[in-house]
């Protein structure tokens, strides 16, 4: 029904910058929530950003290890979500998933049912 691809992963080192690209095909119309999660060895997988809502407007979350260095956002009309990876920390080296859902109710902080192939994000110190 919806497929997810993931681009932007790579190397880089503290400090730095990457912005990760989640592009949606098929039955893009139904999706309302979109996310970013990562799992780093021996840990579970964690939300790191969500938006939810359409053109009229939508809502975001971020967890509190990435609030204020890391930016979600949609270009509806692309079928893209984005995620801005600023001041980069070893911390944050992980496999990040784009995620998709076109569930009810619609929050940011949901788990859609829809997960991309993951991108390797790696930062060295």
């Known amino acids: 029904q919806v497929q997810l691809v993931e681009s932007g992963g790579g190397l880089v080192q503290a400090g730095g910058s990457l912005r990760l690209s989640c592009a949606a095909s098929?039955?893009?119309?139904?999706?309302?929530?979109m996310g970013w999660y990562r799992q780093a060895p021996g840990k579970q997988r964690e939300l790191v950003a969500g938006?939810?809502?359409?053109?009229?407007?939508?809502?975001?979350a971020y967890a509190d290890s990435v609030r204020g260095r890391f930016t979600i956002s949609r270009d509806i009309d692309k079928n893209r979500v984005y995620l801005q990876m600023d001041s980069l920390k070893p911390e944050d080296t992980a496999v990040y998933y784009c995620?998709?859902?076109?569930?009810?109710?619609?929050?940011?902080?949901?788990?859609?049912?829809?997960w991309g192939q993951g991108t390797q994000v790696t930062v060295s110190s």
């Open positions: 995620n998709a859902g076109a569930g009810r109710p619609s929050a940011p902080r949901i788990v859609g049912k829809y």
């Open positions: 098929g039955n893009t119309f139904s999706i309302n929530t």
């Open positions: 938006i939810s809502g359409g053109r009229s407007g939508s809502s975001t």
